[in-house]
Structure formats: C-alpha cells, structure tokens
C-alpha cells in the first residue's frame, strides 16, 4: 500500500489510539472498544481500515481474535519519513525527478523553469533577497522587474 494512503489511515484519531494501544498490549475487539470506550461494532470497522493498511494483524486465541500491530510497517514509515528529512534541495529548483525518487535530477530533467528566483511574486516586495547572479539568470541583463534600488548596484 502507498505511504499517503497508510498516513490517511493513521490520520483518524480513533485508528491512531488503537494502534497506540495495541503497541502496549494484543487485545480483541471487546478490550479495546472498553478502553476506548466506542462500540464493538465501530471497533471493527476501524481494525479493518489498520488491518488493509497492513498496520495490524489479528490471531485467532481460542474463541476471540488478538489484534497486534505490525512494528516493521510503522519502521518501514518512519524510514521514508527519514529519508525525507535527507533529501537536498535541487540546485536546479523544483525537481519532480528527485521528488520521486531519482538522485540524479540533473541529467535527466530540464529545469522546471528559466527563472533562479524562488518565489519571484514574494521577492517583489523584497528585492534584496534576489542575488545578482539570479537576476541575471532570470532577467538577463536588465533590471529585476522589482525595483533592487541602489543597494544591487553597489555590490
């Protein structure tokens, strides 16, 4: 299952105590809707979403079905959140290629466009914060369209 899809899962706050709550104790479904205090019924139902998710499995114990999450999907999540928090910035700017997973962006897509400016609506009202060399990159040799004022020329 796709990682957007399992974090929608997780997102219910009923399902997110649930698997809080499994990760401490294997329980059946009476245990946790008494902990919870929702019905049977809506416990169910919750476990299933977790349970499509690969995020829970039950095992049958004589009469009742004990629910206990699957720690390696929660590590395996944890792990692309990491990986994440890893990624450098695209030097090209916005890169798809690299959001998606291929390292090297630079080779084998073009620039999402000509302009080195960021966010050049936001920096209108900050011309400083545009560098020379954007301005030219993104303006060639004319002036920013934001007025840089003197302080550009000077440096």
């Known amino acids: 299952m ?10 219910d706050e ?17 245990a946790l809707a008494k902990h919870l205090r929702i019905s049977e019924a809506a416990v169910s139902q919750h476990l299933k979403s977790l349970r499509e998710a690969d995020l829970v499995r039950g095992e049958k114990r004589g ?3 004990h629910y206990t999450v699957v ?6 999540l944890a792990g692309l959140l990491g990986d994440l928090t890893r990624l450098e910035p695209c030097l090209e700017g916005v890169c798809i290629k ?9 080779k084998e897509e073009e620039k999402m466009c000509d302009c080195k400016c960021q966010q ?17 990159e993104c303006h060639g040799d004319t002036e920013h369209p934001c007025d840089c004022g003197d302080e550009k020329k000077k440096e």
Do not use: M
């Open 63 to 65: 009469y009742w079905t």
């Open 71 to 76: 720690k390696e999907k929660l590590h395996e």
């Open 14 to 30: 009923t399902r997110f105590k649930l698997v809080k709550l499994l990760l401490t104790h294997d329980l059946c479904v009476g």
């Open 120 to 136: 050049p609506e936001k920096l209108k009202s900050k011309p400083a914060e545009c560098t020379l060399e954007q301005i030219k």
């Open 2 to 11: 796709e990682p957007v899809r399992i974090f929608k899962t997780l997102a």
């Open 98 to 106: 690299k959001l998606n997973g291929k390292i090297d962006c630079h």
